[in-house]
T-cell receptor, first 113, second 118 residues
Framework: AQSVSQHNHHVILSEAASLELGCNYSYGGTVNLFWYVQYPGQHLQLLLKYFSGDPLVKGIKGFEAEFIKSKFSFNLRKPSVQWSDTAEYFCAVIIGTASKLTFGTGTRLQVTL | NAGVMQNPRHLVRRRGQEARLRCSPMKGHSHVYWYRQLPEEGLKFMVYLQKENIIDESGMPKERFSAEFPKEGPSILRIQQVVRGDSAAYFC????????????????FGEGSRLTVL
């Protein structure tokens, strides 16, 4: 079955550290890729998305992600995290012509001062 | 604020009672999705509806769960005879277009309804 894997369940970083959260999917065809963030007590918000074109996608709040087709990956990066980045991050995929998003299990990021 | 309104935000029910969760999509959005979030399990797709039609209910449990999105009014997720395992956060999301049409669509989420079954 097609799936989305986020291997890091809980990440703790100090402010100013660099961040990379992994996301892998298992599907050989066309995919559309997303990263969503859920701040404590809030709704999910879109960070960035990839549909086609440049595989390096820039999103809001200094986040970026790179689509590497050969590795079936769409890792999220930020060069220097802030305390306010503490949140849960979800990778999601539209597989082929499916009309729904399939989510990974999420990564809880805790940024310490 | 994504503009998708869900209510109630918190709902407590005893085993055997019914739970009704409501979702008003963003203005102009005719595509509604329901997801369930259990601890440590991420968001699981339940159902996709377009006005008056269920398009994909492959994630809905076969019994006790139903969803509708009438021509007028909010989308409703209904859980009959709730059990403790139904305790979860239920998220609604909306979109102005069909995500499968490859037109760079995205989902806009509400703040969720947290159901607790005693």
């Amino acid at each position: 079955a097609q799936s989305v894997s986020q291997h890091n369940h809980h990440v703790i970083l100090s402010e100013a550290a660099s961040l990379e959260l992994g996301c892998n999917y298992s599907y050989g065809g066309t995919v559309n890729l997303f990263w969503y963030v859920q701040y404590p007590g809030q709704h999910l918000q879109l960070l960035l998305k990839y549909f086609s074109g440049d595989p390096l996608v820039k999103g809001i709040k200094g986040f970026e992600a790179e689509f590497i087709k050969s590795k079936f990956s769409f890792n999220l990066r930020k060069p220097s995290v802030q305390w306010s980045d503490t949140a849960e991050y979800f990778c999601a995929v539209i597989i082929g012509t499916a009309s729904k998003l399939t989510f990974g299990t999420g990564t809880r990021l805790q940024v310490t001062l | 604020n994504a503009g998708v309104m869900q209510n109630p935000r918190h709902l407590v029910r005893r085993r055997g009672q019914e739970a009704r969760l409501r979702c008003s999509p963003m203005k102009g959005h005719s595509h509604v999705y329901w997801y369930r979030q259990l601890p440590e399990e991420g968001l699981k797709f339940m159902v996709y509806l377009q006005k008056e039609n269920i398009i994909d209910e492959s994630g809905m449990p076969k019994e006790r769960f139903s969803a509708e999105f009438p021509k007028e009014g909010p989308s409703i997720l209904r859980i009959q005879q709730v059990v403790r395992g139904d305790s979860a956060a239920y998220f609604c999301a909306s979109s102005p277009l069909n995500l499968g049409q490859g037109r760079a669509g995205e989902l806009f989420f509400g703040e969720g309804s947290r159901l607790t079954v005693l």
